[in-house]
């Protein structure tokens, strides 16, 4: 007779249903990226993982199929709130929407007001763990992701679980250390949860995060590097020294991409499909960008591409300093994203003063990105920290050869001279020095088509990722007390 390990989900976002950024990408291919392990991986276990999002309003009009599951209640200082559930199968996945109280009075997914994100990620996290009691379905493990849902591994360590029942182990994935939440132990209050004493830096002690973290069976960083990194001063966040005590709990496992929908041999965004067998064809995706983005298409000249959130996060500064510091070569550049408005001025500027190499385009447009991806040479991405990122891993997809800072995830997925190339301090001029490596490499093509293969050829597929959580729930259902 086969097992059944049952997993619950939990995340801010999630593609297909709404996307902000990364974690959207990651919990929505991950759990079924689990679901779809085949027996022989599995040891014969079955994966039942369900997926839970708030009903943020945004996303309301977005999903067909729905219905609803009958309510539960929270008690909120004294008062009985609603909690409202409906289910969608996304692939044979249950999906759990839940509404009601500060859910349904916030807007997008994130707002700018902290104070409203604490309530609605309290709320949901302590919801989701009813809503299992209320589906009489008791999940063996719970998977939180960043801040939002943090909460949830520490309302399962301080609140009463269902008699009878064994309590999940929890484990919490780690995008974006450096968002810790906001202080929510008024919050925690309304609802009768006691904060606890705790080895946390006083000033941790009422955020989410931190939280979650003290509470969690198991910490998972998005990548290797990642995991070691938050360790050290420069990347904990304030937590290095806590986190130190959890070293035995906490790993690195690096993300996978869809590559269904990552897929140059299929992808209908962009102007002529190829593989890496046919990397001509990419010729004619270079000639569709330039076109369509305003610049006189050429062959012969580098074309740099960058897709990214305007922030100091991604070292686009750099970007923007170092390109105008290569004046006596040429070059073009097409740069996709929005986000901090002093970058996006910058960036402007950049194009200003470049104005027949440079385009911007400061908005969100995953089809642009794509034509981005399949249609640039080298691919600028000199990130201050990056836990995991997708880009690179979608640029040497598409046989773009990548250009990034040695950190994180990016430390994990590029290799210097063989899929691209790496720069170590976040300094403009060895930010340079490795653009110009690129350059040199580009005018041989020869040795500049083995760098693409070699990026192509990489196998950044969910499956290894996901085995690899397998094992990390199994490994903590056979500890739990
Ligand atoms: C966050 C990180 C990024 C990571 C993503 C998914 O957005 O900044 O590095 O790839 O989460 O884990």
Known sequence: MSKTLKVLFLAAEADPFVKVGGLGD?????????????PELTGEVLLDVRLVLPFHPVIRSNITSLHSL??????????EILVEVFETILEEMPVYFIGGGPIDASGSVYSSNSETDGEKYTFFSLAALGLAKQLNWYPDVVHANDWHTALTAYGLLVQHWQEGQPRPASLITVHNLPFLGPDVHNVLEKYDIPLAQTDLPDWARLKPLPLGLWSADAIV????????????KDYGSGLQDFLKTRRENLTGILNGLDVNSFDPTTDKDIAAQFTAESLDQRKANKTALATQVGLVADQAVPLFGVVSRMDP?????????????????????????????????????????FSERVRIAAKYDSRLARQIYAGADIFLMPSRYEPCGLSQMIAMRYGCVPVVRAVGGLHDTVTEGETGFVFIKPQVKDFVTAVQRALDTYRNKEAWQAMQKNGMRQDFSWTKSASKYFELYQRLISTRT
Do not use: C, H
């Open 26 to 38: 990651v919990a929505g291919s991950l759990p079924r990226a689990l679901r779809a392990l085949s």
């Open 70 to 79: 009958p309510p539960f209640t929270l008690r909120r200082n004294g008062e």
């Open 221 to 232: 960083a998005v990548s290797p590097t990642y995991a070691d990194e938050m360790l050290s």
């Open 313 to 353: 996060q991604k070292g686009i500064d750099l970007v923007l300093d170092g390109l105008r510091r290569i004046v006596d070569t040429p070059w073009q550049a097409v740069v996709l994203g929005t986000g901090d408005p002093k970058l996006e001025e910058s960036a402007r500027k950049l194009q200003k003063d």
